[in-house]
C-alpha cells in the first residue's frame, strides 16, 4: 500500500509542485508502532508512522491507503515547514507585544487569541487540505476512495457525541474539523475521487484490485496453516 502511495504522491508532485520539490524529496519510509493508540503521523524528511490502535477503524487496504494518503498530504503540503514558519511569525509578534505593553496584558490577550483565531483555524485547514489531496491519492493508487468514509464513520460512532468522557473537543477549539464536517467534505470531493479510480472503466486499477484479492485469499491460506 505504501508503496503505491508513494508512486502516487510523485505524480501528484510532478503534476503540481514545483520541479525543485519533486526532485529534492527524500522517499517516504513506513513504521508501524505496537500501541493501542489510534494514530498516524509525519515526520520532516517523509517519515511516516502507524500506531497499530488505528487498525481498529482502518480494517482493509483501501482503509489504509485513505490513511497513508492522509499522511503523504501532508509532507506533499509542507505542512510541518508551515507550521515552524506560522510560529515563528507567532513568536515575533508577541515579542513586539510585549514591547508595547511591558505589564503583559496585552500580551495574557494575545497568546490566546493568537490561538484560537490563527493557529487551530490554520491546522483545521491543513487537515482539510491533507484529507482532500490524500483522497486523490488513494484513487490514484489503485484503493477505493469510498473507504475514507469508512475509517472516519467509525471513529465517530466510537467518540460517541458529547455526551462521551473521550468526545472530541467542539470544532472552533480543536486543531482537526469535527467528524461531520470532514465526512460532509468527503462527500463533495468524492465524485472527482471516483471518477479518477474508475478511469478508462476501471481497467487501469483492475490488474491492481486482482493482485490485492490474490494477496488477501494468500494470507488467509497462510494464517490457516
Partial sequence: VGSRISAAADKFAAQNLPENYVMGQRK?????IRSDMANAFVLPNNHIFVLTGLFKYARDEDELAAVLGHEMAHCLARHAGERVSGGLLMSIIARFVLLLDPTGVLYTLFVP??????ELPHSRYAEMEA??????????ACYDPRAAKNVFSRMKEDDGGGGSRNATPPEFISTHPSYDTRLSKFDDWMPEALAKYSADGGYKCRHVREEMRKARVLAAQVAAT
Fill in 28 to 32: 517516504p519510509t513506513y513504521t508501524v
Fill in 113 to 118: 487569541a493568537a490561538t484560537l483565531f490563527h
Fill in 131 to 140: 484529507d482532500h489531496i490524500g483522497l486523490y491519492l488513494a484513487a490514484e
